[in-house]
């Protein structure tokens, strides 16, 4: 409505400016025809040289600016203003949109956000428990291992102990057996 009023004003203040340049014009069919339709033209004209001015030039000259402010404003103000408008409305809806949309993409931000975050925190317990399994896990299978150890430790001594016994017991009938055949051959006749 303001670029209108705007629109209007301007036409109107350039009202005096075509007049002025209508002048010479004026002038012109003011001096040149004798008879007829110039002739009774001529007939108004007020002034002379030249500045001359006829009231009835200048009233044409007005009528057919409004009839060309009244076309224009049919042809090519109003719709020029009505695109003007619906642009207007297009942009604001569009605006509006954009807001709608911004505003729906944050919520989907929000949502992902949260659930990334208890993606975060449910892996974080997973590696907790998976850490507490695997020490348990490790700290069952040393168990076993030395569990294990000792008791091959244990074998191994009892092995050990056990044919430490045999060969003490083979070593002292050797011994005695040796002791046997030294003291037979020292005297020369068999000790039993």
Known sequence: MVRLFRLKRFAFGLTPILMLLAVPSISWAASAPTSGFGAWLASFNVGSGALVINPIVILIQWSNFLILLIVLNKILIKPLLSHMESRDAQ?????????????????????YEDALAEIQRENTEALIALQQEMTEATRNRLDEVRERTNREIEETRQSIAAQAKQAASELESSASRLAGEIATRLAGRSIA
């Open 91 to 111: 942009i604001t809806g569009d605006l509006e949109t954009a807001e709608r949309d911004r505003s729906e993409a944050a919520g989907y931000i929000s949502q």
